[in-house]
T-cell receptor, first 114, second 110 residues
Framework: AQSVSQHNHHVILSEAASLELGCNYS??????LFWYVQYPGQHLQLLLK??????LVKGIKGFEAEFIKSKFSFNLRKPSVQWSDTAEYFC????????????FGTGTRLKVLA | NAGVTQTPKFRVLKTGQSMTLLCAQD?????MYWYRQDPGMGLRLIHY???????AKGEVPDGYNVSRLKKQNFLLGLESAAPSQTSVYFC?????????FGSGTRLTVV
């Protein structure tokens, strides 16, 4: 069965620090990959997605993610975080097998100190 | 374009009471989902639907029922609420492009 692992459950950074959140998935075939963000008290919103092509994907608010097929990873990065990036981040995987049902990781809670 | 709308946003129930959460989407998506979100446990899929008139169980279906009588609506029912069902419930719909989530319902069962 497919699964998604986010090993960092809680991350605390100071403003201007660089961010990298890990995401690993278990599925041997072609996958679509997503990162969602949930700001405090809000619903999940799409940050970025990878379907095919350039493995370095740029999303909103300066976030990017790199798909490394050999490592089954899709790590999220941002060069310089801001206090407003405080949120919970979810990685998700979909294997395009005729279903649009995704598997979500358990989330990484990021706190950025001003 | 409203996307996914959930009602109500907040609700307090007494143990044993029943209620229905409504989810409506205007994007003509076939797939719809109900998740619950609890601290430290991420999103857990309760039930989902792959089209009008269909439903299927997710990871944590016990104590919940769903119906998809119309393509745009997906209802989540609690027949006899229990304190363990205190949670934030999110509805979502999806296409190939990804998921769109509703704003959530915070349910407290006392």
């Amino acid at each position: 069965a497919q699964s998604v692992s986010q090993h960092n459950h809680h991350v605390i950074l100071s403003e201007a620090a660089s961010l990298e959140l890990g995401c690993n998935y278990s599925y041997g075939g072609t996958v679509n990959l997503f990162w969602y963000v949930q700001y405090p008290g809000q619903h999940l919103q799409l940050l970025l997605k990878y379907f095919s092509g350039d493995p370095l994907v740029k999303g909103i608010k300066g976030f990017e993610a790199e798909f490394i097929k050999s490592k089954f990873s899709f790590n999220l990065r941002k060069p310089s975080v801001q206090w407003s990036d405080t949120a919970e981040y979810f990685c998700a995987v979909n294997a395009p097998s005729g279903t649009y049902k995704y598997i979500f990781g358990t989330g990484t809670r990021l706190k950025v100190l001003a | 374009n409203a996307g996914v709308t959930q009602t109500p946003k907040f609700r307090v129930l007494k143990t044993g009471q029943s209620m229905t959460l409504l989810c409506a989407q205007d994007m003509n998506h076939e797939y719809m989902y109900w998740y619950r979100q609890d601290p430290g446990m991420g999103l857990r899929l309760i039930h989902y639907s792959v089209g009008e008139g269909t439903t299927a169980k997710g990871e944590v279906p016990d104590g919940y029922n769903v119906s998809r009588l119309k393509k745009q609506n997906f209802l989540l029912g609690l027949e006899s609420a229990a304190p363990s069902q205190t949670s934030v419930y999110f509805c979502a719909s999806s296409s190939y492009e990804g998921y769109t989530f509703g704003s959530g319902t915070r349910l407290t069962v006392v």
